[in-house]
């Protein structure tokens, strides 16, 4: 059989046309599964003369029923999609524009001046055809708008031609040389993904799916698609706020959602049992970085399971989930492999971990990533003999489960977003008065992790608010460090590599 994920949508509306499928809450507007195919369709026929299969398209649009309908419209159209960060600065975005070779971008009214800043650049992207979401009376000159184009159309299906192994996706995270590089997913391992979850996960017909999570986040976008597969109603936050999540969970009676642990952290304050009911919560589930025990306890106190996940972009997002059977007993364990997944726990040398022996992760699966675009050394390191090597330290227990530790790489993660220090390392070395810089990430109860910037001056008057001010603008909001520590000197190996375990003795907190 034949896959494309675009026709997932069109196969749902067949058997079931009439379960809801899509409430997007900042809009105000539902859509049962044939009223979202058919809108589908016509953003696919609006787009049949902008592009061809193969094509890429980028989406610039915070969550949304027309990110949803463009993803799906792309995907029966053969194109790949570019979801884009939309917290990233111009340069940053150009960067993936230009190196995904996109020639449509859809982008919601509010990113106007960052497309007007793109537009102007010219032949720095290869954009043919800009695509505004959302007031007509607004559209820029050098762009459509979306309702314009879609609305005329006819909901007939498109013809579909891209099938298993062509690109579905490419998912853009930054890497540690500073530069992003491109996932590649394609509707086989995307489908794999769909496969995995749905044979381990706990998700039934008719469950209603809080999604408040950015769709351009993998956590995001495949349990989207998986709503559509399974046949659940997607609940779509425009943005998270967790005073709204709750009265969303007891105004839509929520099932279940995935909630990386600032969310979790952020709702448990502002949950009021006056206002707030949950007794329709199954579970959640959190991942994006590891979940306090006592989270999870305060959770269960509040008679709600938290499932902790473990999963990457190049993973298509499953790798490791606890279920329901063992959440409490495994707390603060990432669970065992899903089904169709194989996960280990290696040394350097590739031979497998004893039980609670510490060493790499490495998953194998039919939704592990085909590589990283236009980088066939960077996917040869990450993928060798068909495992994934994810760069996280964990053990196995003696019964299986999985503890994540560390990280081999440098990563930060905070709230749920991959901070790579090089990108701000390489940004802060062009900072005047900056003689040497390491970023490291500290604690942090809001965010998981924060990144700090510990520099050697160059110039001795050199101050914190110098070098914040100097980041202002070129990094997104959630890449800034949040303080400046000054050292006289980066400690360094004999190879000349960075001591960052020597950095986070020295600075352990804020």
């Known amino acids: 059989m034949q896959v494309n994920i675009g026709q997932v949508l069109t196969k749902r509306a067949h058997i079931n046309p009439d379960l809801e499928a899509l409430y997007d809450v900042a809009a105000g507007r539902r859509f049962d599964y044939r009223q979202l195919n058919d809108r589908t369709n016509q953003v696919a026929q609006a787009l049949a003369g902008r592009m061809k299969k193969g094509d890429r398209v980028a989406l610039l649009m915070m969550n949304s029923h027309e990110f949803i309908t463009a993803f799906f419209a792309v995907a029966k159209l053969g194109g790949v999609v570019v979801p884009l960060n939309w917290r990233l600065v111009p340069d940053e975005l150009e960067f993936i524009l230009k190196d995904s070779g996109t020639t449509v971008l859809f982008y919601g009214e509010e990113f106007l001046p960052a497309?007007?800043?793109?537009?102007?650049?010219?032949?720095?992207?290869?954009?043919?055809?800009?695509?505004?979401?959302?007031?007509?009376?607004?559209?820029?000159?050098?762009a459509v708008g979306f309702d314009a184009i879609v609305d005329p159309q006819?909901?007939?299906?498109?013809?579909?031609?891209?099938?298993?192994?062509?690109?579905?996706?490419?998912?853009?995270t930054s890497g540690t040389t500073g530069l992003p590089k491109g996932v590649?997913?394609?509707?086989?391992?995307?489908?794999?993904?769909?496969?995995?979850?749905?044979?381990?996960?706990?998700?039934?017909?008719?469950?209603?799916?809080?999604?408040?999570?950015?769709?351009?986040?993998?956590?995001?976008?495949?349990?989207?698609i998986v709503t559509t597969y399974r046949g659940l109603a997607q609940i779509l936050m425009r943005a998270f706020d967790p005073s709204k999540a709750w009265e969303l969970v007891t105004s839509e009676r929520i099932n279940n959602a995935l909630l990386v642990p600032a969310m979790l952290q952020a709702m448990r304050v502002t949950f009021d049992p006056a206002k707030h009911d949950k007794k329709t919560v199954r579970w959640f589930l959190s991942g994006a970085a590891p979940v306090p025990v006592t989270l999870i306890n305060q959770y269960t106190e509040m008679g709600i399971e938290i499932h902790q996940v473990y999963g990457l972009t190049e993973t298509c997002g499953p790798a490791c989930v606890t279920t329901p059977d063992v959440a409490i007993r495994k707390a603060g364990s990432t669970g065992k492999s899903f089904f169709h997944t194989d996960v280990k726990v290696v040394r350097p040398d590739g031979t497998e971990c004893d039980d609670n022996e510490s060493g790499e992760i490495v998953i194998r699966g039919g939704h592990i990533m085909t590589g990283y675009w236009n980088r066939p050394d960077a996917t040869a390191e990450a993928i060798r003999n068909g495992?994934?090597?994810?760069?996280?330290?964990?053990?196995?227990?003696?019964?299986?489960?999985?503890?994540?530790?560390?990280?081999?790489?440098?990563?930060?993660?905070?709230?749920?977003?991959?901070?790579?220090?090089?990108?701000?390392?390489?940004?802060?070395?062009?900072?005047?008065?900056?003689?040497?810089?390491?970023?490291?990430?500290?604690?942090?109860?809001?965010?998981?992790?924060?990144?700090?910037?510990?520099?050697?001056?160059?110039?001795?008057?050199?101050?914190?608010?110098?070098?914040?001010?100097?980041?202002?603008?070129?990094l997104a909001r959630f890449k800034m460090p949040v303080a400046v520590r000054f050292v006289e000197m980066i400690p360094r190996n004999a190879s000349g590599k960075i001591l960052k375990r020597d950095l986070r003795l020295q600075f352990p907190s804020l």
């Open 387 to 474: 495992w994934f090597h994810s760069g996280d330290m964990g053990i196995r227990d003696d019964e299986g489960f999985i503890f994540i530790q560390d990280r081999l790489k440098d990563m930060i993660i905070s709230g749920g977003e991959n901070v790579y220090p090089a990108e701000i390392e390489n940004l802060l070395l062009g900072c005047p008065g900056v003689a040497d810089v390491a970023v490291i990430g500290v604690p942090s109860e809001k965010w998981g992790e924060s990144p700090i910037a510990v520099v050697v001056r160059k110039d001795p008057d050199l101050d914190e608010k110098t070098v914040l001010s100097f980041c202002d603008g070129k």
């Open 154 to 172: 006819p909901p007939t299906e498109p013809e579909v031609t891209a099938f298993d192994d062509d690109l579905l996706y490419i998912m853009y």
């Open 115 to 142: 497309a007007a800043e793109l537009q102007s650049r010219g032949s720095r992207t290869d954009i043919a055809h800009w695509i505004q979401v959302g007031s007509p009376d607004n559209t820029a000159p050098f």
């Open 184 to 224: 590649m997913h394609t509707h086989s391992t995307q489908m794999d993904a769909l496969v995995t979850l749905n044979a381990t996960s706990d998700f039934c017909i008719g469950d209603r799916y809080l999604n408040p999570m950015p769709l351009f986040h993998v956590g995001a976008l495949t349990p989207a």
